[in-house]
């Protein structure tokens, strides 16, 4: 598949007139002064400040609990950004794009183009057989207690959970992958393996792994169970292949709807970013009220609040974890071989028959 997206020359121009700064400076000022901050206080000669405790070598229970929680929140929003850079719609720079994602994907062991080379096939059949992303719910030969089994494997060991679902791209007989990609993703995940090995080796003779457990493996395991409640509220359930209706949307008008979506690079906007998969982020929002307004007599799955559409998946989730043919769609047509992210997947790769929204 292509290592680089291909843009217009209007999609172009649109990334580099956006700015994404004030999201990534908060997300990436959030998570690293708070981890910095801990790792400083840890040590005795430093110790936590009289305003933040009386016992400076004890780690306050209430602030361990708030660090704990806002770190994980933090980096379920690098999650996020990972997500732009494989779309290489996080910066106008693509090198950027590339080096960021190559970083985040060492760091939770994920290869930035494992990521992208699936994440590719999500966005060309969504809640189809052949959407590696969403395996297993997606896979008809999956049978219902094996996709329960591991909907809840995937809550509970989230980024344990996306290492298979990712990897599985790359590790499976069936793999669609170029000779060329494998050898790319071979070196990534050599990298993170050594990256891992030397951190871990580090932990052992500086017998700190209980402070790498409670400064960073918790609060990952935390954002690993949120990315996969994300991943579950924006498609558990949904049979069609039409992105605007296989999708939840959410559309909020609220402040902490609005901060959240601003935090994740309005990810939220699901259904107009699954369709058109290269318009910049900052332009989802409007592109779905105009969507809702030109169809006013569909009901299109667009909720005010992600608590809501998490409502409208949890009942999914308890019966039949699944989307496309496993919750009800008719088995789907054969499309061609997609290898990049499109302009508009409605157009280039359904079937008239598959369009709900034009």
Same mark, same amino acid.
């Given at each position: ?15 580099a ?15 690293f ?17 009289s305003w @933040?405790?009386s016992?400076r070598? %004890?780690?306050? #229970? =209430? ?11 933090? +980096?379920?929003?690098w ?5 732009e ?15 960021l ?6 760091v ?9 080379e ?8 969504l809640?189809?057989?052949t959407?590696?992303?969403?395996w297993?719910?997606?896979?008809p ?6 996709r329960?089994?591991?909907a809840m ?11 298979i ?11 669609p ?7 790319l993703?071979?070196?990534?995940y ?8 030397? @951190?871990?080796?580090?932990?052992? %003779?500086?017998s #700190? =792994?209980v ?10 395991? +935390?954002?690993?169970?949120l ?10 359930g949904?049979a ?13 008008r ?15 906007v699901?259904?107009p ?28 799955p667009v ?6 559409a998490t409502l409208?998946?949890l ?6 974890p ?7 769609a ?18 280039e ?6 369009v709900?929204?034009?």
């Open positions: 598949m292509s290592a680089d997206t291909v843009f217009t020359p209007e999609e172009s121009q649109a990334l007139t956006k700015t994404t700064k004030w999201n990534l400076n908060v997300v990436r000022l959030g998570l002064v708070l981890v910095i901050l801990e790792i400083v206080w840890r040590y005795d000669e430093v110790g936590y400040p @933040l405790t016992e070598l %004890v780690t306050p #229970t =209430w602030w361990l609990v708030t660090y704990t929680l806002a770190v994980s929140y933090f +980096i379920f929003c999650t996020s950004a990972y997500h850079t494989i779309h290489q719609t996080l910066s106008a720079h693509n090198r950027f794009n590339k080096h994602g190559r970083i985040i994907g060492t939770v062991f994920i290869p930035y183009t494992v990521y992208r699936t994440h590719i096939t999500h966005h060309a059949y809640n189809r057989p959407d590696w992303e969403l297993p719910y997606s896979d030969n999956r049978s219902r207690g094996f329960r089994a591991f494997f995937d809550l509970l060991f989230g980024f344990c959970g996306a290492m679902v990712y990897g599985r791209i790359f590790w499976s007989k069936n793999s992958l170029s000779a060329s990609s494998r050898l993703i071979r070196r990534e050599l990298t993170a393996a050594i990256c891992w090995s030397g @951190l871990a080796v580090y932990l052992t %003779v500086s #700190t =792994w402070d790498f457990l409670q400064l960073w493996w918790i609060p990952l395991t +935390i954002a690993g169970f990315q996969t409640m994300r991943k579950f509220t924006e498609h558990l949904m069609s292949f039409d992105p605007l209706l296989g999708t939840r949307t959410v559309r909020g609220n402040w902490l709807t609005r901060i959240t979506s601003f935090l994740n690079f309005d990810i939220f699901h259904g970013h699954h369709r058109h998969p290269r318009v910049a982020h900052t332009s989802l929002g409007e592109l779905m009220d105009d969507y809702v307004e030109a169809n006013p007599e569909r009901d299109l909720y005010p609040t992600y608590a809501r409208a998946m009942p999914w989730l308890i019966r039949n699944g989307v496309g043919v496993n919750v009800g008719v088995k789907p047509s054969n499309v061609d071989e997609v290898k990049d992210f499109l302009q508009d997947v409605s157009r790769v359904l079937t008239p028959d598959e709900g929204i034009q």
